[in-house]
């Protein structure tokens, strides 16, 4: 890090630096975590997969909502941002029926207030992609929450600008991925607001450690799919019958070669970038 940067916080995956009282620098650990929990083991490169491809979508939904990119850095794992006030909520968009929506809806019918139809099957398209926040949490797990709880959070026109945002957020990446080979399940946003007040997106975006990625051409509705997300990972801790409470459990070296090609092979798809490029040249992601 440049000797100007101060050490200010720690995310699950992230450093977060401080780089004067403007703008910080968020740099991208080779950390997995699932359920909450971050792994002993480090996939190499998924950092660097992360930066970039957040680079690549800030860059070109920035019409649609702005965003906190300043630059990245020459290291590919950093990126260098403005300051924001963040949001005290999760922003999730789902367009299939998986993971935690799909059991919630198993049990009752709904998603985050939701009420879908009756008869779909695990990982089937929604009708619509629907809007379903969860909190924060600060320990544990991030819980599901309805938009009326969100709303009560964050005040209800920010919660409907943060909505509208999302939505169309993932409509623009979703069509976009689609045209190369990857559908986009579901993917989480952190939002948050600059010293005018006006909603800036934060964090990172579409990116493997954000979003559901399932290849086109194996999806097959009616159980859980191939993923080029953290899934694979998430699959294999769900084996061991771990109780997703830290510390967890290492990871062998054919899941961490799998899980660093999966996380390769989804970035090189998305941007049609070959990887070794970016490595290069990270500005690469931006133009």
């Known amino acids: 890090m440049p000797e100007t940067a101060t050490h200010v916080g720690s995310g699950k995956v992230r450093e977060l630096y401080a780089l004067d009282d403007e703008r910080l620098l968020l740099a991208a650990s080779d950390r997995i975590s699932t359920f909450d929990v971050v792994l002993p083991t480090e996939i190499p490169d998924k950092g660097r ?36 006030e963040m949001l005290p909520i999760e922003c999730v968009v789902r367009g299939y029926l998986a993971g935690s929506g799909w059991k919630d809806y198993r049990e009752t019918g709904q998603v985050c207030g939701h009420r879908l139809p009756e008869g779909l099957l695990e990982s089937d398209p929604l009708p619509e992609p629907i809007f379903t926040p969860a909190t924060k949490a600060q320990t544990g797990h ?21 909505e509208a945002a999302s939505l169309a957020l993932y409509r623009y990446a979703s069509a976009r991925a689609g045209d190369r ?6 993917t989480k946003f952190e939002f948050g607001t600059d010293d005018t007040g006006a909603l800036i997106l934060g964090d990172e975006a579409f990116t493997p450690d954000s979003s559901r990625f399932w290849p086109a051409d194996e999806y097959r509705p009616g159980s859980a799919q191939p993923s080029y997300d953290k899934q694979f990972v998430r699959d294999y801790c769900e084996s061991l019958g771990w109780d997703k409470t830290d510390p967890g459990p290492e990871l062998p070296e054919d899941v961490v070669t799998g899980t660093r090609s999966r996380y390769v092979e989804a970035f090189e798809r998305l941007t049609e970038i070959p990887f070794g490029r970016y490595l290069e040249d990270p500005d690469v992601a931006l133009r």
């Open 142 to 162: 991030d819980e599901n929450i309805t938009g009326e709880e969100a709303a009560a959070l964050v005040g209800e026109e920010r919660f409907a600008e943060v």
């Open 49 to 84: 997969v992360l930066t970039g491809l957040s680079a690549f979508w800030f860059a070109r939904t920035e019409e649609l909502c702005p965003n906190h990119l300043l630059a990245v850095r020459p290291d590919g794992r950093s990126l260098e941002c403005r300051r924001l």
């Open 181 to 186: 080979g990857i559908l986009i399940a579901d």
